[in-house]
């Protein structure tokens, strides 16, 4: 089953909020918005992410809730305040040395209190595993999208192999008519004397001209190997995106050759069908 790229998921619990919103690029593309203290473990996320998508254009961002901030690893004041006086007294020996750097204060071992870092590392423990919840939910979110594209796509294939029977029952009539309109010219111009055989290697010749057969077959094919893409498993979208592009190129073609206006007019609506599935498989992963 197909996969789509367009796809919104969200992971929510008293500590954080994760928002995960997925559209169609070329490449995958990934940007993370983390807080200061979590952004340590951004290698972690990008590896499983890239784990269970190969394209798209990612944006993951995370908030953390007022009684997250409230949780703040605390200061052991009695432990600050003991480094301090001895700050003082090497300052009292060393009148020449500045006043301290708050933050290497806040560095010194022992100032936060020891709990404040397990509390820490489950913020960041809660924040991956709700990474991974969310990214599921993407990942499903993806899939449902990819369904809906499946169809359509299949009903626009069938709309096209339609269409490309009709032309080819049409198409029967064309060598008959090309004759006819050779040889109704050929009156206008009040020519006395014909070859016959002269006049049939015209004709064949302009029929082969006008001859679609070979554009036809090749529309059915690439319908059918775009079906095949369908029903196989893993990332189809640059293999389908090939095959539209060929698809078009067939069909410019078949409407350039079309020698009647009901020809012309099937041809024009099945480019149109054309142009309506290549702008849906953009978003197919």
């Not at 301290?100 to 397990?118: A, M, Q, Y």
Request: aromatic share 4%; proline share 4%; net charge negative.
């Amino acid at each position: 089953m197909i996969l789509s790229m367009t796809a919104f998921a969200k992971f929510e619990s008293a500590s954080l909020v994760w928002e995960i919103r997925s559209v169609n690029s070329r490449y995958l593309e990934v940007d993370f918005r983390l807080p200061a203290g979590i952004r340590e473990i951004e290698p972690a996320l990008r590896g499983h992410l890239r784990d269970v998508l190969s394209r798209g254009k990612v944006d993951a961002t995370l908030r953390l809730t007022k009684s997250a901030v409230a949780s703040v690893p605390e200061i052991n004041r009695a432990h600050l305040v003991a480094l301090l006086d001895v700050l003082d007294d090497v300052r009292n020996a060393a009148p020449g040395i500045g006043q301290p750097d708050p933050l290497e204060l806040l560095r010194w071992p022992g100032v936060f209190e020891p709990d404040g870092e397990s509390a820490d590392d489950a913020l960041k423990a809660e924040a991956l595993t709700g990474f991974e919840y969310a990214l599921r939910r993407l990942v499903e979110h993806r899939g449902t999208e990819g369904g809906k594209l499946d169809a359509l796509l299949r009903e626009k294939l069938s709309a096209l192999e339609a269409m490309v029977a009709d032309i080819r029952t049409l198409a029967v009539s064309f060598a008959p008519m090309v004759r006819d309109r050779l040889i109704g010219r050929i009156r206008e111009l009040d020519a006395v004397h014909v070859d016959s055989g002269r006049l049939e290697q015209e004709v064949a010749l302009l029929a082969q001209k006008a001859d679609i057969a070979e554009e036809l077959d090749r529309l059915v094919m690439h319908a059918q190997a775009c079906r095949d893409c369908l029903g196989a498993g893993g990332p189809q979208g640059r293999r389908l995106d090939f095959l539209m592009q060929e698809l078009n190129r067939e069909s410019n073609t078949l409407t350039a050759k079309a020698i009647t206006s009901e020809c012309a007019q099937r041809a024009v609506e099945l480019k149109v069908v054309v142009d309506q599935m290549r702008e849906q498989v953009q978003n197919v992963e």
